[in-house]
């Protein structure tokens, strides 16, 4: 059975920092891209970072500079290092599993979210 857990959300001041992990378990996550999503409330879900099967990475605009996606394929873990959060930034957080892409049409798996909240 693969499944997908998030962890490390929670309440944050805006300029504060959060790390975001994903335990992955059930197949070989190594063979996969690994990204992150969110989706604030009443919005639709959006893109946030990719990290390809052999490093490669990309990030949504506005997380640039201030977003890091990483991986350790031997614990099957991804992270997401969140630095100088801004109030725009709360949403839940999923990961998920699968193709290379940012529509989420890509990807086969997914956590059941994390809930990140920057206060101003």
């Known amino acids: 059975q693969v499944q997908l857990v998030e962890s490390g959300g929670g309440l944050v001041q805006a300029g504060g920092s959060l790390r975001l992990s994903c335990a992955a378990s059930g197949r070989t996550f190594s063979a996969y891209a690994m990204a992150w999503f969110r989706q604030a409330l009443g919005k639709e879900r959006e893109f946030v970072a990719v990290?390809?099967?052999?490093?490669?990475?990309y990030y949504e605009d506005s997380v640039k500079g201030r977003f890091t996606i990483s991986r350790d394929n031997g614990k099957n873990m991804a992270y997401l290092q969140m630095n100088t959060l801004k109030p725009e930034d709360t949403a839940v957080y999923y990961c998920a599993s699968g193709r290379w892409g940012v529509s989420g049409r890509e990807y086969d798996y997914w956590g059941q979210g994390t809930q990140v909240t920057v206060s101003s």
């Open positions: 990290i390809n099967w052999n490093g490669a990475t």
